[in-house]
């Protein structure tokens, strides 16, 4: 499966973006799904999950409601809305796929597929 991250940019704070993830080879509702974020200097964290049957999601403490993780089947597209954007939401967002999983994973090392990412970057 090959995913293909975009929707990044330069914003202002306070506004907001929705990353999509596009993929082939895979049909999404056969996956697990994440994204993952890291910022400069820093090391790549959970941001957002979805079960393979989309009915479960979990989120990074810091997210704080203003994310959200979703998938359309009939795009085969996976995003990511991200509301109330902060200077510390910068950083390269990633897509990432399971195949095995079934639940909403935090653990990277249970995703084995991996888009390039999206930069993100919010200005104060």
């Known amino acids: 499966v090959q995913l293909q991250a975009s929707g990044g940019g330069l914003v202002q704070a306070g506004e907001s973006l929705t990353l999509s993830c596009a993929v082939s080879?895979?049909?999404?509702?056969?996956?697990?799904w994440g994204w993952f974020r890291q910022a400069l200097g820093k090391e790549r964290e959970f941001v957002a999950a979805?079960?393979?049957?989309?009915?479960?999601?979990d989120y990074a403490e810091f997210v704080k409601g203003r994310f959200k993780i979703s998938r359309d089947n009939a795009k085969n597209t996976v995003s990511l809305q991200i509301n109330k954007l902060l200077p510390d939401d910068t950083a390269l967002y990633f897509c990432?796929?399971?195949?095995?999983?079934?639940?909403?994973?935090?653990?990277?090392?249970?995703?084995?597929?991996w888009g390039r990412g999206t930069q993100v970057t919010v200005s104060s």
């Open positions: 990432a796929a399971s195949s095995w999983e079934l639940g909403a994973v935090r653990q990277q090392f249970k995703y084995e597929n």
């Open positions: 080879g895979r049909t999404v509702s056969n996956h697990a």
């Open positions: 979805m079960s393979q049957r989309g009915t479960t999601t």
